[in-house]
């Protein structure tokens, strides 16, 4: 079982450590239905921080107008979110797969 480093664990928030954990663990034990929800909402949380991290690099670029006070300074944070929560759904998405098979 892979391990989070702290910047993937500080990039997170609980609910997202709690579905990257599930993906980690024995994915066997769960059944269709509860796989089918992990990942769902994997893909949905994936999704948010993709168009998180587009909307920061445009404002950071000066392409987008700023969605709080100030411009966002970069996409750094939101890009490892996405990537970790990318990994977690590969993984489910790999069971969820074989499981059908």
């Not at 079982?1 to 702290?6: A, E, F, P, T, Y």
């Not at 796989?35 to 991290?53: C, I, K, P, Q």
């Not at 944070?77 to 977690?88: H, S």
């Amino acid at each position: 079982m892979d391990r989070l480093s702290q910047d993937e664990l500080r990039a997170l928030d609980k609910e997202e450590l709690s579905l990257v954990e599930q993906s980690m663990g024995d994915l066997t034990r769960l059944g269709g239905s509860q796989l089918a929800d992990l990942v769902r909402r994997l893909r949905d949380r994936r999704d948010r921080a993709r168009d998180l991290a587009d909307r920061q690099r445009r404002e950071a670029r000066g392409k987008a107008e700023p969605a709080g006070l100030h411009p966002a300074g970069g996409d750094e944070g939101m890009r490892l979110k996405k990537q970790v929560l990318t990994a977690a759904l590969d993984r489910a998405t790999a069971a969820q797969d074989a499981g059908r098979t």
